[in-house]
């Protein structure tokens, strides 16, 4: 029998600076996993979405960008 296990999910503050008269926010998460972390992004309110892998073994990566 297998353990349950959890893929657990960390909500990142993420701002969007547009100069249209729509303006949405992305909601971004991470999850760190072994080798880096699983990061899940989307329009606030909407479906369409996307996730990708960063790669950082030591898990460095504060959540934040550089600018």
Known sequence: M???QELRWERLNSV???KKWYQSSWETYRSK???GWLVLV???GESPHGMTFY????HR???GSLS
């Open 16 to 18: 969007r600076f547009e």
């Open 61 to 63: 990566w504060s959540g």
């Open 42 to 44: 989307r329009s606030e």
């Open 33 to 35: 996993i072994p080798g």
């Open 55 to 58: 790669p950082d073994p030591d």
């Open 2 to 4: 297998t353990e349950h």
